[in-house]
């Protein structure tokens, strides 16, 4: 099968590539199309720890079609058989290398009825091996994921503490806020403000801080 070949974006830079995550269980292959969009479009960015660099995973780059036949809706079952048991790539397939990082959060992330779009990922939305492009892409990150509607942030599978270290994440965030000057404030009577200054508190829910620090050491996002 023939490696992807990306098409080079618009030189005023009017448009980037997304990724639209195409369905089915957990077995089978990986399949996306990449599409060029307007800068303008709505999309969800995908944050990751990209871990080994080696792009030692698969993912099948489905053509995109102009037009569609209308077809038969499939029950839930059949539906799940047909792609479970899709072993031969369309004819139209090409193949690009990713990371096996990525490859678990693809698996996961996918819905298995309907496309996941569309799908901001520095790894396929930027050709990794064009150094110009990769250069001047790279730069416009920051404010890929600040339009996003959304950035989903994969950490990898569960962890057994990962529960714990959200859920107190999220508790002290719901105690406090930034000012018109961008200084950190406390909510009046919040957890968050309670903690500041009780040193038997805080030690008292150790483990919290432990949980956390597995969080952010062992599966650090990029």
């Known amino acids: 099968m023939d490696p992807y070949q990306y098409s080079p974006l618009r030189e005023d830079r009017s448009e980037f590539r997304l990724v639209r995550l195409l369905p089915g ?3 089978a292959d990986i399949e996306i199309e990449i ?12 944050s990751y720890a990209w871990g080994n660099p080696e792009r030692t995973d698969v993912a099948l780059v489905q053509a995109r079609l102009t037009a569609a036949k209308p077809v038969k809706p499939l029950s839930k079952l059949a539906h799940y058989l047909r792609l ?11 193949t690009i290398g990713i990371t096996h990082n990525l490859a678990i ?4 992330l996918r819905y298995e ?13 930027i050709n990794q091996d064009n150094v110009v ?7 416009d990150m920051g404010s890929i994921y ?15 503490d990962i529960g714990l270290a959200i859920t107190t994440l999220r508790r002290i965030g ?20 309670s903690l500041e200054n009780d040193f038997k508190e805080l030690k008292s829910i150790e483990p919290n801080w432990f949980a956390i620090k597995n969080l952010f050491v062992s599966r650090m996002v990029l």
């Open 146 to 160: 600040t339009r996003a509607e959304q950035v989903v942030v994969w950490i990898g599978p569960s962890l057994e």
């Open 105 to 108: 959060a693809l698996r996961h």
């Open 25 to 27: 269980p957990a077995p």
């Open 84 to 94: 479970s048991s899709r072993k031969t790539p369309s004819s139209s397939s090409t």
């Open 174 to 193: 719901d105690g406090i806020f930034f000012d018109e000057g961008d200084r950190l404030c406390y909510k009046t009577n919040s957890w968050a403000q």
């Open 133 to 139: 492009e990769r250069s001047v892409e790279v730069l």
């Open 113 to 125: 009825e309907t496309p996941r779009v569309f799908f901001w990922i520095d790894a396929l939305c």
């Open 35 to 46: 599409i060029h969009v307007p800068r303008s479009a709505k999309y969800e960015a995908l």
